[in-house]
């Protein structure tokens, strides 16, 4: 099965930092997209930042440059975001997606909340 895992989220205070993790299995994230994406209570949900396979590069949604980092550690098909200088309004469930069966992203994570307090 083709399946990814999010983790890492949690409580943190408004200055903080946090690592999110998403594990895939059933495929290559060196070989695919993976983006990471969240979706705050009552808010539409909203692109962070997405890795391209192998080195197709790195892109940021412009409000999410400076803080955000994106990485891939192909050893454990892992894919990473991290998090700084954090904020209350960064509070949402933070997904991750892979573009597995084409172009759109058709393979989603389960989501891990992130709360950040102030």
């Known amino acids: 099965d083709v399946q990814l895992q999010a983790s890492g989220g949690g409580l943190v205070q408004a200055g903080g930092s946090q690592r999110l993790s998403c594990a895939a299995s059933g495929f290559t994230v060196d070989d695919h997209p993976i983006g990471w994406f969240r979706q705050a209570p009552g808010k539409e949900r909203e692109g962070i930042s997405c890795?391209?396979?192998?080195?197709?590069?790195?892109y940021y949604a412009d409000s999410m440059k400076g803080r955000f980092t994106i990485s891939r550690d192909n050893a454990k098909n892992t894919v990473y975001l991290q998090m700084n200088s954090l904020k209350p309004e960064d509070t949402a469930i933070y997904y991750c997606a892979a573009a597995v069966g084409g172009s759109l992203y058709d393979t989603w994570g389960q989501g891990t909340q992130v709360t950040v307090s102030s």
């Open positions: 890795i391209g396979a192998r080195d197709d590069g790195i």
